[in-house]
């Protein structure tokens, strides 16, 4: 008998601008102990859908439709109903432990309060239970923990703390919304364990929604694929992924860039060539770069201390190339982005653009240098200036570096760059929050694009957007490669991507390099511990083989990294680690063809 | 904390000391002096009682005696009046106004927060809609048209209050300035409070205790108002020290001897001293507030941390 | 490329529809705010040519109508005072004073605060720590003694009484103008500014300006009412402007002395005031909702 029956489901959103219709006659049902998955991209409705059925709508969404659970219909009860069946018997938790929890107050007030809600028990009893619950999701001296307030927990912790507090009344139902997109792959990859495990251990059913194939075939036993607020398919987890019926979901699994493939020239049909391009003069080298933020210290007399975002890392690029930058966040990737182009200062190291050192340049050439140097950041929004029009936007560093073209040549340079990048000539007088985020992408890609560089540097250029999308900017960005010879330094977090796009990865941990190697290199014959790591926690969209691999999980969370491990910085997570990685921080140095940092490499590579 | 509030008292003597001087200078910068309005006065006679408060010195002597009183705790004499000191005449008004203003501060605080949590939980329902317009009306209506106001419908026409004066200080002699005082603070501060509430409710952790089966009345409480009040709590500190020195215009209305016209009468009459004081006390009590403000933030909020 | 997850496509048409379009649109919904925007525009207009229109000077003294309420046939429709005067001119003529007093001096704050907020949110560092340590001790100081001082100082001119108070109005708009240039000098599309070399000024007047004129326009509309609150404030103490010239403040003043025996002397000024405020706050806090980008998605 199923636990819960949904049929007929329609939630409708009112807004200034007419009805919007989020989710359409969505039907499933969910067994005891069952793990479903809801995967949609954002739009699909798929997190509406749930949020409806426990009454967590916004103030003006409407649900309609029938939920049975236990004979009663979820959307027909009163909220003081539907309040005792909300944490108890049916529990939730969200994408971003950061702001799910409550800010101020401690670990211990939030659960106990659950607990004494719908239980009359006493203080002691209910502590006893959270702590007890806090042990079962591994947390580490839970009992320290209980009494700390939530931003003194790292983010994988804090995610712990929301799972424990949803199964402390041991609900029949628990429902996930996006539980690990907000975390890293080494996180995800504790979390998304740690769910197995209760699933097993409690029977607890569990819906999953997630916008990540990967994560669906690892852990579910049949999934719903949701796209504008309809039902595409509903199945087993081996039907939908090696068998699909839907058009819709045969093309979203064909846009999701795998770890376990060769790489597919193109993630959305076409073709291109992705010869690795002779190794020529480097364009960019930089050289040892080092960059120190000041963090002002507590204590009366405590002087700034020192975070070392990106501590001596050196790389080159030639014509044609692409240098994956991948890390967790806070490995100093990002910065390192913003060093080069000299958004922030470095404190350290050289940068050479063209075979120029780029601080021993007078203004007018560095003006100019700059012209061949581009960066295109994460938030595609955030980066155009909302009350610009596009147009405008494309056109300012035309205006900046070329002011001797007139008015009618810069229109048609901006309107051919735009036409390349997909954006049709008409859109010229519109501003960036008319377009979507895909195509504001696009845009800032244009803007980067109309000076005709040398180099572009993306930081995360797509891990804001849905994985259909991020295939499309991908796949330009490997056109625009060939057909300009472009070099690229791609950073992000998604291994899979980078590896798709990438010639050679470069992987950072605490501001260092760890390994820097051939794409084939690095995803088949990792060197460095860490790399190993990495690879293994990416959740890979198949479920036979997801389920069969064998992993290596990292245990514990990123040191801080204003007070990294001595020797090597990776220490405290790695388990081959010896008394000499404490004392001596190993080199860069080359194996085969790889450079690796680790006094172990040479014989973990030989087993 | 008592070392953070050491050192934060410490960094404000430059701030008060530029206040000073501020002060200083530019009240004797304006025209006129102290005994202009004595035109009878002799040339002899005024030469004397220049001398006598040494206002034939050169300024930065001036000046720096004046500092040096100030550091044994001496206001110096008041030039108007003359038979009292600024120290006497500041402990004379201010348990007045202290009175009147922390009573109309409670009030508004209270009223304030209720007011806008309410209007905030019933967002864009006609409760929100009136309570706000209500607020707004206190905003507007300036508290020299609403005393008056007050003071004809409630003691000319009603006859159930006295019109005026402290009276014995008992509580019907206070009701109507404490109200008038109070208005204006209670729509800034409900309208402070449904602004912070408004989001404060929007926020996922609020959603999290939804979603724990938490009642509406627990989530407000324990979970909404403290952040909630944030915002609040950095308004009341300025506010707070601002209506405890005293409202001119209440003080003229109700004929209440608090602080107040000091500030005024004292810039009037260029009575250097007694001006000087209320500023200083002013400002300390600015300084003070403000500190008062950071360590409620530091108990209401922890991330907030004063090592 | 696969057709079916193209991005939602943009309506086809050649213009774009800016933020300031869009907060123009939310606006137009709010009705409160435009009956406010209605109200002061026609009290502007009556202020300007009001007085044109009745018999009476605001000066002249009428020896038979001393004290009298509002009366139809004599022409005083709003009443007289105590002097004879027609008190729908003096109200006219006062809401005249108040009004230049508001917008002059918002104005004088306005530029103040600008240009003293985006020099320290823009530069940051220890510029910005100084000049926002001055900001604190001018706060420090009781806003009535810095006003009272100015008068004696400036000898009651009206035009000094506007440019006065907007001298001291300034520190909110400059602590306003800070923060937000603070947020907008990190956001993404500054840095792509930054990025591409374009030069600090340029970025200033593309970038930052443009992106404050929203908040400035909101905080200008609640400066409005502000300042026309504190100079009736000063012509209530007796220190605005001087008779037989007046002001909305001067006015309530007068009345709220005779209010026993002549209560319309109080009630009229004192409702054309209150309106007039209620309605710039109102239009205030429209804009505000229409600019706030809080709450468009
Ligand atoms: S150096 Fe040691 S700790 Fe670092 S990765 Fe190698 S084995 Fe692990």
């Not at chain 1, 199923?2 to 039907?27: C, I, M, Q, W, Y």
């Not at chain 3, 917008?103 to 926002?132: E, K, N, P, Q, W």
């Amino acid at each position: 008998m199923s636990l819960l029956t949904v049929e007929k489901l329609n939630v409708r959103f009112a807004t200034p601008d007419g009805e919007v219709h989020a989710v359409k006659d969505l039907g499933f049902d969910l067994a005891k102990g069952e793990t479903l998955g809801i995967v949609g991209e954002s739009g699909s409705g798929k997190s509406q859908s749930v949020l409806s059925l426990l009454g967590l709508l916004a103030d003006n969404g409407r649900a309609a439709g029938t939920a049975r659970f236990e004979n009663r219909d979820l959307l027909a009860l009163a909220e003081s109903e539907l309040r005792e069946i909300r944490g108890s018997r049916i529990s939730m938790i969200f994408q971003d432990p950061m702001t799910s929890l409550n800010p101020y107050l401690t670990i211990a007030d939030q659960m106990t309060q659950v607990v004494r809600e719908h239980e009359t028990v006493t203080r002691q009893a209910a502590r006893e239970r959270c702590i007890e619950m806090l042990e079962a999701v591994r947390i580490p001296e839970a009992e320290a923990r209980f009494n700390r307030y939530p931003h003194e927990l790292s983010g994988g912790m804090r995610q712990r703390v929301m799972i424990a507090s949803s199964l402390l009344l041991n609900p029949e139902i628990l429902i996930a919304d996006e539980p690990t997109t907000a975390l890293d792959v080494t996180v995800q990859a504790q979390i998304l364990d740690l769910m197995r495990d209760l699933n097993d251990r409690y029977g607890t059913a569990i819906i999953l929604i997630t916008h990540d194939l990967g994560v669906v075939a690892g852990l579910c036993e049949r999934v719903l694929v949701m796209h504008e607020g309809e039902l595409k398919e509903r199945g087993e987890v081996r039907d939908i992924f090696y068998r699909p019926q839907h058009d819709y979901t045969r093309r979203l699994l064909d846009a999701v860039p795998r770890l376990d493939e060769e790489r597919v020239e193109k993630l959305a049909a076409g073709a291109g060539s992705g010869v690795v391009p002779e190794a020529g003069e480097a364009l960019l080298t930089v050289d040892d770069l080092k960059v120190q933020f000041g963090i002002p210290g507590d204590g009366l007399f405590a002087g700034t201390r020192q975070l070392r975002a990106v501590d001596g890392v050196s790389l080159s690029l030639a014509a044609g190339e692409t240098l994956g930058v991948v890390g967790e966040s806070g490995c100093g990737k990002s910065t390192l982005a913003r060093a080069i182009v000299k958004l922030v200062p470095k404190s350290a190291g050289r940068v050479c653009l063209l075979g120029r050192e780029m601080d021993a340049l007078d203004r007018e050439t560095l003006g100019e240098m700059r012209r061949s140097l581009q960066i295109i950041f994460q938030d595609p929004l955030a980066s155009l200036n909302p009350r610009m029009t596009v147009g405008d936007i494309v056109s300012e560093p035309l205006w900046t570096h070329r002011p001797e073209l007139d008015k009618g040549s810069v229109r048609q340079l901006v309107t051919e760059v735009l036409e390349r990048v997909g954006i049709g000539g008409h859109q010229l007088n519109r501003y960036p929050h008319e377009f979507s985020g895909g195509q504001c992408q696009r845009i800032g890609i244009a803007r980067a694009l109309v000076l005709k560089p040398r180099i572009i540097i993306c930081d995360e250029p797509v891990s804001a957007l849905d994985v259909s999308i991020q295939a499309q900017i991908v796949d330009l960005l490997m056109d625009l490669q060939s057909d300009f010879g472009l070099a690229l330094v791609f950073i992000a977090h998604d291994l899979a991507v980078v590896r798709h796009i990438s010639h050679r990865v470069m992987v950072m941990y605490l501001g260092t390099i760890m390994e820097v190697a051939s794409r084939e290199d690095l995803y088949e014959r990792p060197a460095h511990p860490y790399t190993r790591a990495l690879i293994s926690a990416v959740p890979i969209p198949d479920p036979d083989l997801e389920r069969s691999r064998e992993r290596e999980l990292l245990s514990g969370d990123l040191p801080s990294p204003l007070d990294p491990p001595s020797g090597c910085r990776f220490r405290t997570r790695c388990r081959y680690a010896i008394d000499r990685c404490a004392a001596e921080t190993p080199k860069l140095e080359l194996l085969d063809s790889t450079l690796v940092a680790c006094h172990r490499a040479d014989d973990l590579r030989r087993g | 904390m008592l070392r953070y509030t050491v050192r934060r008292l410490l960094g404000a003597i430059p701030t008060l000391l530029i206040l000073i001087a501020l002060a200083f200078f530019m009240i004797r910068a304006a025209p006129g002096g102290p005994f202009d309005a004595e035109r009878a006065l002799l040339p002899e006679i005024e030469q004397n009682l220049r001398a006598v408060y040494h206002l034939d010195e050169p300024l930065y002597l001036q000046f720096l005696r004046y500092l040096g009183g100030l550091l044994q705790g001496d206001f110096g004499p008041s030039f108007q009046y003359r038979d009292f000191t600024v120290t006497e005449l500041i402990m004379a008004g201010f348990p007045v106004s202290l009175r009147i203003g922390g009573l109309a501060m409670l009030l508004a605080l209270a009223v304030g927060v209720t007011v806008g949590s309410i209007a905030a939980l019933r967002q864009n329902t006609r409760i929100d809609y009136s309570v706000m317009s209500v607020s707004m009306t206190g905003i507007s209506i300036p508290n020299f048209v609403m005393a008056p106001m007050l003071v004809l419908v409630f003691a000319v026409y009603l006859g159930w209050l006295p019109a005026g004066g402290l009276g014995d200080g008992s509580f019907a002699n206070l009701v109507l300035p404490v109200i008038s005082l109070a208005l204006p603070q209670i729509a800034y501060i409900s309208r402070l409070t449904r602004g912070s509430m408004i989001e404060v409710l929007r926020s996922n952790f609020i959603r999290t205790a939804r979603a724990q089966g938490l009642p509406e009345r627990k989530i407000l409480l324990r979970h909404a108002l403290k952040p909630a009040l944030l915002p609040v709590v950095s308004y009341l500190g300025p506010a707070t020290a601002a209506v405890i020195t005293g409202s001119v215009v209440i003080e003229q209305i109700f004929s209440i001897p608090g602080l107040g016209r000091f500030f005024v009468q004292g810039a009037l009459n260029r009575d250097y001293t007694l001006v000087m004081g209320v500023v200083v006390f002013y400002g300390t009590l600015i300084v003070v507030f403000n500190l008062l403000v950071d360590l409620a933030y530091a108990w209401l909020d922890p991330k907030v941390k004063y090592a | 490329m696969s057709a079916d997850l193209a991005e939602t496509a943009v309506p086809e048409s050649s213009s774009g529809r800016s933020l300031w379009v869009d907060a123009w649109r939310t606006l137009r919904r709010n009705r409160a705010a435009v009956v406010s925007a209605i109200v002061i525009a026609v009290m502007a207009v009556l202020v300007a040519i009001g007085p044109f229109l009745s018999p009476y000077a605001y000066d002249f003294t009428d020896w038979s109508n001393l004290s009298t309420g509002p009366n139809l046939a004599t022409g005083h429709v709003f009443g007289t005072d105590t002097l004879g005067r027609d008190l729908f001119v003096r109200t006219l003529i006062g809401g005249r004073i108040s009004l230049m007093v508001g917008i002059v001096a918002t104005f004088v704050s306005l530029v103040i605060g600008i240009s003293y907020g985006a020099t320290a949110g823009y530069f940051g560092g220890r510029i910005d720590h100084i000049m926002m340590r001055i900001v604190d001790i001018l706060y420090a100081m009781p806003f009535m003694f810095f006003v009272i001082l100015l008068m004696v100082l400036f000898g009651r001119n009206i035009v000094l009484i506007f440019v006065a108070i907007g001298a001291i109005n300034w520190l909110d708009m400059a602590r306003i103008v800070r923060g937000q240039t603070l947020t907008l000098k990190h956001r993404e599309f500054v840095e792509a500014a930054e990025a591409q070399g374009v030069a600090t000024f340029a970025i200033i007047r593309r970038h930052i300006v443009p992106n404050l004129l929203g908040v400035v326009a909101v905080y200008v509309t609640l400066t409005i009412p502000q300042v026309i609150l504190v100079e009736s404030f000063l012509s209530f103490l007796g220190l605005g402007v001087q008779e037989p010239m007046t002001s909305w403040g001067a006015l309530v003043k007068d009345g709220s002395e005779e209010m026993e025996s002549a209560a319309w002397m109080l009630i009229f000024p004192a409702v054309f005031l209150a309106t007039t405020l209620f309605c710039f706050n109102f239009v205030g806090d429209g804009l505000r909702d229409a600019l706030d980008p809080k709450d468009r998605s």
